[in-house]
């Protein structure tokens, strides 16, 4: 009974005499793998930097080739978005610019990526729009969402669930066309009642800016009250129209168009202000990884550095000793 | 050159929509003003963001309706992939709307047309530049600016008259075995845009 309490009391001096300094321990712990280190040497463990340092130069080279991705795409889509610019230009030089009409039912065309990864146009266009449906909200108005895009879904979901009307996603599938677009722009105009269609996008400024925009389609009864009343469309009574057989048909299909057309400008404009923003974003992430990775090398060579510093001196140490 | 400039002034003044007109045609085209009521409500309810850029901010702005008529016909050409004129002056263009073919010449009335598949001409001087467009519209304004916008065009010289033919007598076979309201719709827009090409390479 003596004799197993005092074993047992043995043991337990042994282990603490076994694992005389922590960081060994430590060590054993973490890395199983380096367990013969014999006993007395107090190397410091450099494992669990080197793993650090792996990962980071493996985020690195996926942020890189994720770059070099965007960097192709960016200027296929860029030409093309610039071609396309001529397109809605003859609609605002006719139906002018209104962004400030009063109308009672207001649809948000928010337009939005598919992916992550693109720095803040998403949530731009997603703050744009939330702060459209506002300044158009009133007590006998009504404002509703078609989201293009599953980025800008989940960010309005939360809150305006039940003001969305419709949302499409997975547009950037196949390249851009005009044909896919205006098939789209038909869905949404007959799915969705409304006086002013709010198109929201970012415009494509250069890599490294995009400019949050909003352009404004009329639906062709407001086009025809607006240009009665005079104002802002005043002009548009000069104008003789050939072809149909009514104004307000004429009109129809005109505002149809011009929204096809604004609307291919725009998404256009979208993909390539996410391709730029994702470019330069995945740039910082990789100029970021660097650095962490010339810290981290720092580092790791420092205390590399420091265990040889001191086993020398404990082998100088000692054969000064003997010596002396 | 102030004279005319007053005289401007003065054609003008009469005319109700003078927001986004210059103050002289000699002037730099200014910096297309904003809606300024859309940035001041924006302002207002919105204080902490940026009010977002309009359509009208991207575009060069017209000139107003000059007092005489100009020589020349100011022509925007575009198409979803391509601005094929941009800002050309030219004599004369044809458009095929669907009323008729419709010559647009300077100071023409300020029109809307609907387009039809058919031949559209540039002319320029001696030289014509004659396309096929499948369907689009055009906008004529009372400053001797045209804009024309189509789906599609072709250059009338990259058609070939072998398929063109073997299309039209497709379609026309289509049409005849026709059963439902959509595919007859179809295919007598096949056999419409078929002849419209047909009678553009022989006539």
């Known amino acids: ?324 | 050159m102030f004279r005319q400039a007053a005289a401007r002034i003065l054609s003008r003044s009469s005319r109700a929509a003078a927001a986004r007109a210059r103050p002289f045609s000699t002037d730099l085209p200014a910096a297309a003003s904003p809606d300024e009521t859309f940035v001041e409500a924006w302002k207002k309810v919105i204080p902490n963001i940026e009010p977002p850029k309009t359509p009208l901010s991207f575009m060069t702005p017209r000139p107003a309706t000059p007092s005489s008529i100009p020589s020349k016909l100011t022509v925007n050409f575009v198409l979803p992939y391509a601005s094929e004129l941009s800002t050309k002056e030219v004599d004369m263009v044809i458009i095929p709307a669907s009323t008729g073919q419709m010559g647009v010449l300077p100071g023409h009335v300020a029109t809307i047309a609907e387009l039809k598949p058919g031949v559209m001409s540039v002319h320029e001087g001696d030289k014509v530049v004659k396309y096929f467009v499948s369907s689009g519209f055009a906008f004529v304004h009372s400053n001797s600016y045209a804009d024309i916008i189509a789906v599609e065009a072709v250059p009338i010289d990259q058609l070939d008259p072998a398929l063109v033919q073997k299309g039209l007598a497709d379609f026309t076979q289509k049409l005849n075995s026709a059963s439902t309201d959509l595919e007859k719709a179809e295919a007598q827009i096949g056999v419409d845009v078929h002849s419209a090409l047909n009678s553009a390479l022989t006539g």
Not at chain 1, 98 to 107: F, G, L, Y
Not at chain 1, 142 to 166: F, H, M, N, P, T
Not at chain 1, 218 to 240: T, W
Not at chain 1, 290 to 304: A, E, H, Q, V
Request: proline share 3%.
């Open chain 1, 1 to 324: 009974m003596a004799m197993a309490a005092l074993r047992r009391e043995g043991k337990r001096v042994s282990t603490l005499i076994a694992s005389p300094n922590p960081v060994n321990s430590l060590r054993s712990s973490l890395a199983p793998s380096e367990e013969q280190v014999s006993f007395g040497v107090r190397s410091i463990s450099t494992q669990i930097v080197r793993n650090r340092m792996k990962s980071v130069k493996n985020i690195q080279k996926i942020t890189k080739a994720m770059k070099m991705v965007a960097a192709s795409k960016l200027r296929a889509i860029q030409v093309r978005a610039e071609n396309s610019r001529g397109l809605w230009q003859p609609f605002t030089a006719l139906l002018g610019d209104t962004p400030s009409i009063d109308v009672k039912k207001n649809v948000i065309v928010t337009i939005s990526s598919d992916k992550g990864l693109c720095g803040g146009i998403n949530s731009t266009s997603v703050k744009m729009s939330r702060a459209i449906h506002k300044l158009n909200s009133g007590p006998d108005k009504e404002g509703k969402y078609v989201i293009l895009g599953e980025k800008a879904k989940a960010q309005l979901i939360r809150d305006s669930k039940k003001d969305i009307e419709i949302s499409i996603t997975e547009l950037q599938k196949n390249p851009l066309n005009y044909t896919q677009v205006s098939v789209m722009a038909d869905d949404i105009l007959k799915n969705v009642e409304f006086d002013a269609l709010r198109i929201v996008y970012n415009k494509f400024q250069s890599v490294v800016s995009f400019l949050p925009t909003t352009a404004t389609i009329l639906s062709p009864e407001v086009v025809e009250k607006e240009a009665e009343a005079g104002g802002k469309l005043g002009d548009l009574d000069s104008y003789e129209i050939e072809g149909g057989e009514t104004k307000s048909e004429v009109l129809q299909n005109l505002t149809e168009f011009q929204f096809s057309c604004v609307l291919f400008n725009a998404v256009l404009e979208n993909a390539t202000s996410e391709q730029g923003a994702r470019m330069s974003a995945m740039d910082s992430s990789s100029r970021n990884a660097g650095d962490m990775l010339d810290r981290l090398t720092l580092t790791y060579n420092r205390t590399r550095q420091a265990s040889i510093t001191t086993e020398l001196i404990e082998i100088i140490s000692g054969a000064s000793a003997l010596e002396g």
